[in-house]
């Protein structure tokens, strides 16, 4: 994988505020990546930026729930009903913004 796609995609999630969250969907739009890729370059090199405001178009975080649960407290953001992932709609970013902080954040990069 293409050292630049992985920081365009790791950029992207960084620019998520703080109790929002965006899909994987979204930032592959952004980035021009398939939302698959996004789940992929996330699992792999995501450690180190705030994961845990990602999910699938569902609100669902596969396989990190546990892990998630504690940021998303924090942050206030509110679990679905059936406490399986998170509102989504209550929570989603707002995508002109978080196009406008990418494009600023990804400046430098080519």
């Known amino acids: 994988m293409d ?15 703080a109790g929002k969250m965006a899909t994987y969907g979204d930032l592959g739009k952004i980035t021009g990546e398939s939302p698959r890729v996004v789940g992929n370059l996330m ?16 609100g669902k975080i596969a396989g990190h729930f546990n892990q998630a649960l504690p940021h998303w407290q924090e942050e206030n953001i509110t679990r679905n009903d059936k406490h399986t992932g998170i509102k989504l709609a209550a929570h989603r970013a707002d995508y002109a913004e978080l196009v406008r902080h990418w494009e600023t954040a990804t400046q430098n990069l080519e």
């Open 3 to 17: 050292d630049l796609r992985i920081e365009k995609v790791l950029r992207a999630a960084e620019c998520i505020p």
């Open 43 to 58: 699992a792999k090199w995501g450690t180190n930026v705030p994961w845990w405001r990602v999910c699938n178009a569902q």
